[in-house]
């Protein structure tokens, strides 16, 4: 008998792994990331070109979008990879579920509530 507990028994995922993994859904949240600046920098050419700017709740909802999937990525990433390849891929897909549902609301309220002020 080693004495050692379930956890320390446990072999840790291979690195390549774990990189594969957050690698795809890395990509996946870029897209999020990248779709938020985008829309950002869309809103700010057609506030300009109307000759308003962004309230501070549009500024709030675009910064909030480009925000939420890094950080929900990296507690994602940080939390799961040392607790096996299966949970580190189920913490990553409720992340990316997280911020497709942040991102459904923020279409809906730019698309209902006047943002540029």
């Known amino acids: 008998?080693?004495?050692?507990t379930g956890a320390?028994?446990?072999s840790a995922a291979p690195?390549?792994?774990v990189a594969a993994i957050a690698g795809f859904f890395g990509l996946l949240f870029a897209y999020a990331v990248w779709t938020a600046i985008s829309y950002l920098i869309a809103s700010?050419?057609?506030?300009?070109?109307?000759?308003?700017s962004l309230t501070?709740?549009?500024?709030?909802?675009?910064?909030?979008?480009?925000?939420?999937p890094i950080l929900l990525f990296a507690v994602a990433v940080v939390v799961g990879r040392a607790r096996g390849l299966v949970t580190l891929t189920l913490l990553l897909l409720t992340a990316l579920a997280l911020v497709a549902v942040y991102w459904l609301d923020v279409v809906a309220y730019t698309n209902t509530v006047s943002i540029l002020g």
């Open 1 to 4: 008998m080693t004495g050692q």
């Open 8 to 10: 320390a028994a446990r």
């Open 15 to 17: 690195t390549w792994a």
């Open 44 to 52: 700010l050419q057609a506030a300009g070109t109307a000759g308003l």
């Open 56 to 68: 501070a709740t549009g500024w709030i909802v675009w910064l909030l979008a480009i925000a939420l």
